[in-house]
T-cell receptor
């Protein structure tokens, strides 16, 4: 069965500091991996996705993520955080066959200090 | 340019009442999903429909039923609402199918349900 773990519930960083949000997954094969962002009262917006090939993927708003098969991880990074990045971030794993189930982690809430 | 439309956006129910959340997408997507979002729990999959005519249980299906009415519409029904079903419900869709399994989810704006 597929599952996603986001070990950090809350993270606080100062504006301009670097950011890394952790995501670990469980799946029998190489899954499709996604990061979404949710601002308060809003729906979810896709930041980036990984299917195959280059393990470092670039997304919108200056975010990137690295797929590490040996660690079953797909961590999200940003070199310099802006105050507008304060939001909740969700990692998700999509099944690559069968009925294409799509599972989310519990989310990491990011607070940015001015 | 509607995308995924959910109705209603807000609803208050009394325990034991029934209601249906409606979802429609105009992107010709095959797969549709219902999630609930609760603080500290993230998004949990209730039911999904990989294609028209099929539905499958997700992580938390108890107390819910779904209907894939046609390719566009996927409704979620609470037959006898309970306070534990107070949540924000999101409908989502994506192209789905073998050829497009890589597609991301497109979300509706959510439906906030309170059960008293």
């Amino acid at each position: 069965a597929q599952s996603v773990t986001q070990p950090d519930i809350h993270i606080t960083v100062s504006e301009g500091a670097s950011l890394e949000l952790r995501c670990n997954y469980s799946y029998g094969a190489t899954p499709y991996l996604f990061w979404y962002v949710q601002s308060p009262g809003q729906g979810l917006q896709l930041l980036l996705k990984y299917f195959s090939g280059d393990t470092l993927v670039q997304g919108i708003k200056g975010f990137e993520a690295e797929f590490k098969r040996s660690q079953s991880s797909f961590n999200l990074r940003k070199p310099s955080v802006h105050w507008s990045d304060a939001a909740e971030y969700f990692c998700a794993v999509g099944a690559t066959s069968g009925t294409y189930k799509y599972i989310f982690g519990t989310g990491t809430r990011l607070k940015v200090l001015a | 340019n509607a995308g995924v439309t959910q109705t209603p956006k807000f609803q208050v129910l009394k325990t034991g009442q029934s209601m249906t959340l409606q979802c429609a997408q105009d992107m010709n997507h095959n797969s549709m999903y219902w999630y609930r979002q609760d603080p500290g729990m993230g998004l949990r999959l209730i039911y999904y429909s990989a294609s028209e005519g099929t539905t499958d249980k997700g992580e938390v299906p108890n107390g819910y039923n779904v209907s894939r009415l046609n390719k566009r519409e996927f409704s979620l029904r609470l037959e006898s609402a309970a306070p534990s079903q107070t949540s924000v419900y999101f409908c989502a869709s994506r192209p789905g199918g073998l050829a497009t399994a890589r597609g991301e989810l497109f979300f509706g704006e959510g439906s906030r349900l309170t059960v008293l």
